[in-house]
C-alpha cells in the first residue's frame, strides 16, 4: 500500500525533541529522512570538465568541511503544492541548471599519482544527493519557534568530504523537508569548492527560472505526479536510518565585502591583501578576532581553486588602490525566489558552515571603469 502524501487530512505525528530526563526541549521535532536519490546533469558534458583544486595541507584549511547552506521556506498554496511532489520534479529541472554547471554534480579526486596526485573536481560524476524528509510540526510552528535556528541544522544535509577517499563524497546537497498539514523548506548545501555564497545564490535563482519555465507545479497543464514521485513507493513506518550527516551550527558569521581594486596583478599576495584588508574591517563590525592565522580560499577567474594558511603577521606589498564595501546577502534576491510563479518564500535563512574562521576571495564583474573586481566573504568565529 503506497503512503499517503500530507495533507489536512493526514498529519502524521512524530516524536518530540526531548531531554534525558524527558521534558520538552522547545525544540523542533527531529527530522525523519524518508528517501535519497541522486541528481545529474541533464545532459552529459563531453569531454568532462576538470577544475584543479591546490591545497598542500587540506587538513590545515579545513576545506573537505566548509559548506554555505541556505533554506527557503513555503507555504503550500494551492491543491498539490507539496515538498513531495516538488521532490519530484527535481530531476527535471536541477539536471538542466546543472547542465549549465556540470561540475556541481562532480566529484573531487586525485589526480594522476592516486593517493599523492593533486586534487581536482570532474564534472558528471555520481550525481549531486536529493534528500526528502519530513518534521513533525506544522511550518508556523516551526517558524514561531524562539530555537528555530538550532533545529535549521536539520533541514540541510551535508557530509564533510573523506580526506582518504573524496571521491565518493557529494559536493552538493539538497533537502526537501515536508511540514505537518502543508508547507515544505528547500534546504541547499553546496560545498565551497564549487561556489563562493554570491554564486550559489544565482544558482538558486537560475534553477528557480528553469523550473517555472518547464511549467512543472500542478495547475500550470503539467501531470499531477512526476515521473519520479518518491512518496509512493515509500512507507511512512521504515524511514532511512543509515544517514548521518555532519553537524552544520551557525557556529561563525560571516560579512561579505566588494573591492575594486586599481592597477591589480591577479596572483596569491593580491588575494592576501584582500583578505587582510577586510578581516580587518570585519573585526571592526563584529567586534570579534579571527586570530592570528586562518585559511585563505581563493576562486581564481580560470577556475582553479587554491588553499592556503596565512599568517597575519606577514608584510604584504602589492601595487594597487583598494576600494571596500559592504555587501548585504539578503539584498541579492533570494526572498524573491519562487518556484511555482506567485509563492515566494515564508522566509529564507543561509550561513556559512565551519568549524574556524577563514576567508574566501572570488572575481567578480568590476566597476564601469573596467577596474578587476573581488567578492571577499570574512567568517570570524562567535564569542
Keep these: 500500500m503506497s503512503r499517503q502524501e500530507p495533507s489536512e487530512r493526514h498529519c502524521p505525528k512524530l516524536p518530540k525533541m526531548t531531554t534525558e530526563n524527558g521534558t520538552a526541549t522547545g525544540l523542533p521535532s527531529r527530522v525523519q529522512y524518508e528517501a535519497i536519490l541522486s541528481v545529474t546533469a541533464f545532459k552529459a558534458t563531453e569531454p568532462r570538465l576538470i577544475q584543479p583544486v591546490l591545497v598542500a595541507d587540506p587538513a590545515g584549511t579545513g576545506?573537505?568541511?566548509?559548506?554555505?547552506?541556505?533554506i527557503l521556506y513555503y507555504r503550500a498554496l494551492v491543491e498539490g503544492e507539496t515538498g513531495w511532489a516538488f521532490s519530484g520534479w527535481i530531476k527535471e529541472s536541477m539536471g538542466r541548471a546543472?547542465?549549465?554547471?556540470?561540475?556541481?554534480?562532480?566529484?573531487?579526486?586525485?589526480?594522476?599519482?592516486?593517493?599523492?596526485?593533486?586534487?581536482?573536481?570532474v564534472s558528471n560524476d555520481s550525481g549531486a544527493r536529493l534528500i526528502e524528509a519530513r518534521i513533525g510540526v506544522t511550518l508556523d510552528e516551526f517558524l514561531g519557534s524562539e530555537r528555530r535556528a538550532d533545529g535549521e541544522a536539520e533541514l540541510v544535509h551535508w557530509k564533510d568530504i573523506d580526506a582518504q577517499n573524496p571521491q565518493f563524497c557529494p559536493l552538493f546537497?539538497?533537502?526537501?523537508?515536508?511540514?505537518?498539514?502543508?508547507?515544505?523548506?528547500?534546504?541547499?548545501?553546496?560545498s565551497l569548492l564549487l561556489l563562493d555564497p554570491i554564486s550559489t545564490i544565482n544558482l538558486i535563482k537560475r534553477w528557480a527560472t528553469i523550473h517555472n519555465d518547464l511549467n512543472l507545479i500542478p495547475g500550470d497543464n503539467a501531470p499531477?505526479?512526476?515521473?519520479?514521485?518518491?512518496?509512493?513507493?515509500?512507507?511512512?513506518?521504515?524511514?532511512?536510518?543509515?544517514?548521518?550527516?555532519?553537524?552544520?551550527?551557525?557556529?561563525?558569521?560571516?560579512?561579505?565585502?566588494?573591492?575594486?581594486?586599481?592597477?591589480?596583478?591577479?596572483?596569491?599576495?593580491?588575494?592576501?591583501?584582500?583578505?587582510?584588508?577586510?578581516?580587518?574591517?570585519?573585526?571592526?563590525k563584529l567586534e570579534n578576532k579571527?586570530?592570528?592565522?586562518?585559511?585563505?580560499?581563493?576562486?581564481?577567474?580560470?577556475?582553479?581553486?587554491?588553499?592556503?594558511?596565512?599568517?597575519?603577521?606577514?608584510?604584504?606589498?602589492?601595487?594597487?588602490?583598494?576600494?571596500?564595501?559592504?555587501?548585504?546577502?539578503?539584498r541579492l534576491g533570494l526572498r524573491g525566489v519562487a518556484f511555482r510563479r506567485g509563492n515566494e518564500p515564508a522566509l529564507v535563512s543561509h550561513w556559512v558552515a565551519s568549524g574556524d574562521g577563514f576567508v574566501m576571495v572570488a572575481p567578480c564583474g568590476g566597476g564601469d571603469d573596467g577596474v578587476p573586481g573581488f567578492n571577499v566573504f570574512v567568517t570570524i568565529p562567535r564569542e
Excluded at 547542465?99 to 581536482?120: A, D
Excluded at 546537497?173 to 553546496?190: A, D, E, K, P
Excluded at 579571527?290 to 606589498?317: D, N, Y
Design 63 to 70: 576545506i573537505f568541511q566548509k559548506c554555505f547552506n541556505v
Design 98 to 121: 546543472f547542465t549549465e554547471q556540470p561540475l556541481l554534480c562532480g566529484r573531487l579526486r586525485r589526480g594522476e599519482g592516486g593517493s599523492g596526485g593533486e586534487l581536482e573536481i
Design 173 to 190: 546537497y539538497i533537502q526537501v523537508t515536508n511540514f505537518q498539514c502543508g508547507g515544505y523548506s528547500i534546504g541547499i548545501s553546496c
Design 224 to 284: 499531477k505526479k512526476p515521473i519520479f514521485y518518491l512518496s509512493s513507493t515509500r512507507r511512512s513506518d521504515s524511514p532511512l536510518t543509515s544517514l548521518s550527516p555532519s553537524p552544520c551550527p551557525k557556529t561563525v558569521q560571516t560579512l561579505v565585502f566588494k573591492v575594486n581594486a586599481a592597477h591589480a596583478k591577479a596572483g596569491s599576495e593580491l588575494s592576501k591583501a584582500l583578505a587582510l584588508l577586510c578581516t580587518e574591517e570585519a573585526e571592526k
Design 290 to 330: 579571527m586570530g592570528s592565522r586562518f585559511a585563505l580560499l581563493v576562486k581564481e577567474g580560470s577556475g582553479i581553486v587554491t588553499a592556503e594558511c596565512v599568517e597575519r603577521s606577514g608584510a604584504v606589498q602589492v601595487k594597487t588602490e583598494m576600494a571596500a564595501s559592504e555587501v548585504t546577502l539578503e
